[in-house]
């Protein structure tokens, strides 16, 4: 092993005595063996060389709640081994941590968005880091230049911080011998964030501080479902995060009425969000209080009789859900009561020539005509993702001074080819033989929550969010067949915004105090 230049290990101190910024390649137990890289051999043909461990470390301020924290980041990769002690991943991350507090008692919450196939570029931008981008929604934030300001709710006054690109997303790569297959899917996916903690806590030494995983969207899927593989490897959490959140795959399957049950208060929310109901509520808790008690109710005996429903209770269905969402009767009836994510969006203001946001119904925008049943596009996406991408490009390099030859990906849904979604449950989330067709992972959690029994979880729900509806998470996380005492381990917090709560800052405010809450309640 080549040990580096005595000139370079020298400068790189003195730059850090300086206060700019240091390149500290492989943070692990045998840095100079990282730093190398890796070449294996298959006979005289050399494969694909294994990239170094590389990190870039920075020093940074932040003014929180009238205290200034002191952190360093680290933007870097980790070397991920199979199950043959071959590297076959090379993780990308972001960490934030608050310097000069003692981290075995400090917690550590690792952070991801969804997808599958998205990088972490939406929480690390705008929820709970440092920074965030600010934009204009609800509506679009439109072209550059963006503004990048400190966060006044960043979490960092509670925990260290690792946002995590997931495998093939953001500066994250498959080496050696992998290919795409080996991480898209769902169990392929949780192997490699299971490799990724457990190499995160032992290069840190974190094994001893608290631990929280923060998933959004699929990465709520991917929380817990991990919650019960790293159980099994060792990792007892203290606690879940899960924003926006779709725990169960199977609901969405053709021939079941689940959907559209879990839709309804989702679309009541929205349509008292645009004013679009005869006259409106005032209280709007209160309101979806009264649309579930329908949608468990008479809804949902309604859809149960199928064909065979009756002309009069088409009718009183249909005039009930008529009332809660703004749609007219006449399309309900056409709809046979099942109005779609994609026609309620095209449907509640066509009479505006409006088309609604699917991750965010706050967003509006046109369509080339008024006709159809579909949106052309997702104003809530369009609406942010030049700012956020820019403004991960520009921090990444401006301020954490990652040097880097490689793409990075936001999104690789086009590169990762079929998603594998077979997964094989934990305790009570198996079926037929272990393997389940699609996910079901709020057993994989229920069966962590039993076993370690003093796990807490945060589920934060958006009212405007068509992506993963509030209603299905409750439905969820409230039919794991927990203990009374257990069940308690779960609660819920809800919030006037969509899918990714922090685009709305009044939202984020009240979700920063959440948390508070939530952490300052994980180690009692």
């Not at 817990?224 to 060792?234: F, I, R």
């Not at 405007?464 to 794991?480: G, K, R, V």
Request: hydrophobic share 35%; proline share 5%; aromatic share 10%.
């Amino acid at each position: 092993m080549n040990r580096l230049p005595r000139k370079l290990a020298m400068l790189s101190f003195a730059a850090l005595l300086l206060g700019t910024q240091a390149i500290a390649f492989a943070q692990d137990k045998k840095p100079d063996e990282a730093a190398k890289g890796e070449t294996k051999h298959d006979g005289d043909k050399d494969q694909q060389s294994i990239p170094p461990e590389k990190s870039s470390v920075t020093h940074h301020d932040l003014a929180l709640d009238g205290k200034t924290i002191h952190y360093t980041a680290t933007a870097g990769t980790l070397l991920i081994r199979d199950d043959e002690e071959k590297p076959y991943g090379s993780i990308f991350y972001i960490a934030y941590t608050q310097d000069g507090v003692d981290s075995k008692t400090r917690p550590v919450t690792f952070l991801y968005n969804g997808g599958p196939g998205s990088a972490t570029l939406w929480l690390h931008m705008g929820s709970v880091g440092p920074v965030r981008v600010a934009t204009s929604s609800p509506a679009a934030t439109g072209s550059a230049p963006y503004q990048i300001v400190p966060n006044q709710y960043s979490l960092l006054d509670k925990t260290d911080l690792v946002f995590i690109d997931a495998p093939l997303t953001g500066y994250s790569r498959a080496v050696g011998k992998a290919t795409a297959k080996d991480f898209a899917g769902v169990d392929q996916d949780l192997k490699a964030f299971n490799k990724f903690i457990a190499r995160y806590v032992t290069v840190n030494e974190r094994w001893n501080s608290p631990k929280v995983l923060f998933g959004e969207s699929y990465g709520t899927t991917r929380s817990a479902g991990l919650s019960a593989v790293l159980q099994e490897n060792g990792i007892a959490l203290n606690g879940i995060v899960l924003l926006s959140s779709i725990l169960n795959y199977g609901e969405l399957a053709p021939g079941t009425d689940t959907q559209y049950v879990v839709n309804l208060p989702s679309y009541a929310a929205i349509a008292w969000y645009h004013s679009k109901l005869q006259n409106k509520p005032a209280d709007l808790k209160v309101f979806l209080d009264e649309v579930r008690g329908f949608a468990r109710g008479d809804y949902s005996a309604a859809l149960a009789e199928g064909d065979q429903i009756s002309s009069a209770r088409l009718d009183a269905a249909a005039a009930k859900v008529s009332q809660y969402t703004g749609l007219s009767v006449q399309f309900v009836k056409e709809a046979k009561l099942r109005v779609s994510p994609t026609r309620f969006r095209k449907e509640l203001l066509r009479d505006e020539g409006d088309i609604l946001g699917r991750y965010d119904a706050r967003f509006e925008g046109t369509d080339v005509d008024s006709a159809g049943e579909n949106p052309g596009y997702d104003p809530s996406d369009t609406g942010i993702s030049g700012a956020f991408v820019a403004a991960e490009h520009d921090y990444l390099s401006r301020e954490l001074k990652y040097d880097t030859t490689d793409e990075y990906r936001p999104t690789v849904y086009g590169n990762i080819g079929d998603w594998d979604w077979k997964h094989r449950g934990a305790g009570a989330g198996r079926a037929f033989g272990g393997q389940q067709a699609m996910p079901y992972v709020a057993g994989d959690l229920a069966d962590t929550i039993r076993k370690n029994p003093k796990l807490k979880v945060l589920s934060a729900n958006g009212y405007f969010d068509l992506a993963t509806p509030f209603f299905a998470t409750e439905y969820d996380l409230s039919h794991m067949m927990l203990t009374p005492d257990l069940a308690k381990n779960v609660e819920f917090t809800y919030y006037p915004s969509g899918h990714m709560v922090y685009l709305n800052v009044d939202a984020l405010k009240d979700f920063k105090r959440d948390l508070d809450t939530f952490y300052s309640n994980l180690t009692r």
